[in-house]
C-alpha cells in the first residue's frame, strides 16, 4: 500500500513559479511510473508529467520546455517544478503512483494561475 501527501500548490501569477511535492510512504521503489496528473473544473483529468524508475521522462506537450518532474526513490519524493505559468495551467494537481487505472493517488494540491 502506497500513501501519497502533495503540498506546494497556491496562487500564483502568470509567468510565475510553483513547485509541488509529492512524498509517498510505503515501497515505491517496484513502481515504474510516478507522475503528476491535473484536472480543471468540467475537463477530464490528464497526465501532465511522468518519470520512471529510470529517470526517462514524458510530459504533456502543452506543459514541456516549462516543467520539470523529478524523483528521489530514497526520499520517497517526486517533484514537479513549474515555470512560466499561464492561467491554462489552473487545476488541482494529483500526484499518482503506479498509473492511472491502477494505481495510487494523492488528494490533490490547487494550483490557481492569474492573468
Known amino acids: 500500500q502506497v500513501q501519497l501527501v502533495e503540498s506546494g500548490g497556491g496562487l500564483v501569477q502568470a509567468g510565475g513559479s510553483l513547485r509541488l511535492s509529492c512524498v509517498a510512504s510505503g515501497n515505491i521503489f517496484s513502481i515504474n511510473n510516478m507522475g503528476w496528473y491535473r484536472q480543471a473544473p468540467g475537463k477530464q483529468r490528464e497526465l501532465v508529467a511522468l518519470v520512471t524508475s529510470i529517470g526517462t521522462t514524458h510530459y504533456l506537450d502543452s506543459v514541456r520546455g516549462r516543467f520539470a518532474i523529478s524523483r528521489d526513490n530514497g526520499k520517497k519524493t517526486v517533484t514537479l517544478q513549474m515555470n512560466s505559468l499561464k492561467p491554462e495551467d489552473t487545476a488541482v494537481y494529483y500526484c499518482?503512483?503506479?498509473?492511472?487505472?491502477?494505481?495510487?493517488w494523492g488528494r490533490g494540491t490547487q494550483v490557481t494561475v492569474s492573468s
Open positions: 499518482n503512483a503506479g498509473g492511472f487505472s491502477q494505481g495510487f
